[in-house]
C-alpha cells in the first residue's frame, strides 16, 4: 500500500538523519577523547567537591579543565553515560578510553564539551561495586557504592531462594546490609501468605529484615519505604517480580524523572535492560537513592574459596574455627559445630543445604 510505503520510506529516512547526527557526535566525541588520552591521567581526587583548577588553559581539544567536576552515573549504556552532576542536571557522557567501566553509582570526574555533554575523565574509587556474570558467564559490574540490597521475592514467578541467599552472600562479601522484600502478596490468600512469609522467617534473626508489600494491594509498600532513607538502595531479582513496579509506587515522579533522563540523555528509554537510578522524594525518604535493576534467572558467585563463602553466611561465620578438622566441609565429618548447631536449631537447615549446594558449584 502507497501510504505504507511512504511511512517505511520515511522511517528510513528519519533512522538515516539520526545515525548520521550519532556518527557526527561519535567522531566530535572521539576528538576529544583522543586528545585526552594523549594528556596525562587525571587524579580524581584533584577535582573532587568540583574544585576549581587555576589554569584555565583548555586543552587541544577544547575541553575546559576549569569545568571538571564530579557528577554521579544514573545510567549506563554501553559506552554511553547519563551522569548527574551536583545540582541534579542530567548529561549524555562518554568516557575517556582507559577508565575501566563505569556503572550506575559510581561516582565520576567529567568535564562538559556542549550543552547537555560532556567527558568523563575519571573513576572515582568505589565504596564497593556489584559484579553478575553476563551471558558468556564474565563477570560485569553492575552497580557501583551501594549502601542497601533489596532482594526481590514474589509468589510470582516462583521464588528461587537460591538466587536470594546467592544475592544475600554477594552483599555480605560486599560489606553492605541487605534485606529481602516479599511482593505481590496480594496474589496470596491469607493462609497461603502466612506460609510464603513463613518459608522466609529464618532471615530477620541473620540480620536481613523481611518487608511483606504489594503494589497493587494490601499491604501496600510502607514497609519497604522504611529502610530507604538516606540509603543507596537497589532492587534485585528475578524478571517479573515486581521491582519496576516498586519503583514506580517508590517514586511518584518517575515517569518525570525518566523523561529527563531520556531529554537529556536519550538514555532512559530502555530502564528494564540496564540498571537506572533514581532519587527518591527528599520528604519520604532523605536524600535516599534507589536503583531499578533488570531481572535475572540466575545469579552465580564465582571463584570463592570455602573460607570465602562461609563469610558469606552470618550464621556460619560465627562458628569457625570450632569443628573438630580444620576444613571441615560440615557434611559428615565427627564433631561438626555446624551440624552441631542445626540439630540445636540455631541454623536453619534450608540455609546449611544452599551452603552446600553453593559450596558443591562454585568453591573452586
Ligand atoms: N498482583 C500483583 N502484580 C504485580 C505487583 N507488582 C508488579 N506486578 C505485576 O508483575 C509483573 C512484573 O512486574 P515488574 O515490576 O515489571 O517486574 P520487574 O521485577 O521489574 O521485572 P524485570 O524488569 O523483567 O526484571 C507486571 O505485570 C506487574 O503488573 C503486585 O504487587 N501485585
Ligand atoms: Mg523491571
Ligand atoms: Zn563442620
Redo the contacts with the bound molecule.
Keep these: 500500500m502507497p501510504k505504507r510505503r511512504l511511512s517505511e520510506h520515511q522511517r528510513r529516512r528519519i533512522l538515516a538523519i539520526q545515525e548520521r547526527r550519532r556518527q557526527r557526535l561519535e567522531s566530535r566525541t572521539q576528538a576529544v577523547l583522543d586528545a585526552l588520552d594523549t594528556e596525562q591521567p587525571e587524579v580524581a581526587a584533584d577535582v573532587s567537591g568540583g574544585a576549581r583548577g587555576a589554569g584555565a588553559q583548555g586543552s587541544s581539544a577544547d575541553v575546559p579543565q576549569q569545568a571538571s567536576q564530579q557528577g554521579r552515573v544514573v545510567v549506563r549504556h554501553g559506552a554511553h553515560l547519563g551522569v548527574e552532576d551536583e545540582v541534579g542536571e542530567l548529561h549524555h557522557c562518554v568516557a575517556r578510553r582507559h577508565l575501566g567501566h563505569p556503572v550506575c553509582g559510581d561516582l565520576v570526574v567529567w568535564a562538559p564539551t556542549e550543552p547537555g555533554r560532556g567527558v568523563v575523565t575519571a573513576l572515582c574509587p568505589r565504596d564497593n561495586v556489584l559484579s553478575r556474570p553476563d551471558y558468556g558467564g564474565r563477570d560485569k559490574p553492575l552497580a557501583a557504592n551501594l549502601s542497601l540490597l533489596a532482594v526481590v521475592v514474589a509468589p510470582q514467578p516462583p521464588p528461587s531462594g537460591f538466587l536470594l541467599d546467592q544475592y544475600l552472600v554477594a552483599a555480605e562479601l560486599m560489606g553492605v546490609r541487605a534485606l529481602v522484600v516479599a511482593a505481590k502478596l496480594d496474589l496470596l490468600d491469607p493462609h497461603d501468605r502466612r506460609a510464603f512469609l513463613d518459608a522466609l522467617a529464618p532471615y530477620p534473626a541473620l540480620g536481613y529484615p523481611v518487608c511483606p508489600v504489594s503494589t497493587k494491594g494490601e499491604p501496600g509498600i510502607g514497609a519497604l519505604l522504611t529502610h530507604l532513607p538516606g540509603e543507596t538502595a537497589i532492587l534485585l531479582g528475578q524478571s517479573g517480580v515486581g521491582k519496576s513496579s516498586l519503583v514506580q509506587q517508590l517514586l511518584p515522579d518517575q515517569d518525570i524523572q525518566v523523561g529527563r533522563l531520556s531529554a537529556a540523555t536519550g538514555l532512559g528509554r530502555h530502564t528494564t535492560s540496564t540498571a537506572t537510578c533514581y532519587r527518591l522524594s527528599p520528604d519520604a525518604a532523605a536524600g535516599g537513592r534507589l536503583i531499578d535493576s533488570p531481572g535475572v534467572r540466575s545469579f552465580r558467585l564465582a571463584g570463592l574459596s570455602q573460607a570465602q563463602l562461609e563469610d558469606g553466611f552470618p550464621e556460619l561465620r560465627t562458628l569457625r574455627g570450632q569443628?573438630r578438622?580444620r576444613d571441615?566441609?560440615?557434611l559428615d565429618?565427627p564433631d561438626?559445630?555446624?551440624?552441631t548447631a542445626v540439630a540445636a536449631g540455631g541454623i536453619h537447615p534450608q540455609r546449611l543445604a544452599r551452603f552446600q549446594q553453593l559450596r558443591e558449584g562454585l568453591v573452586r
Design positions: 569443628c578438622f571441615c566441609r560440615h565429618e561438626c559445630a555446624v551440624h
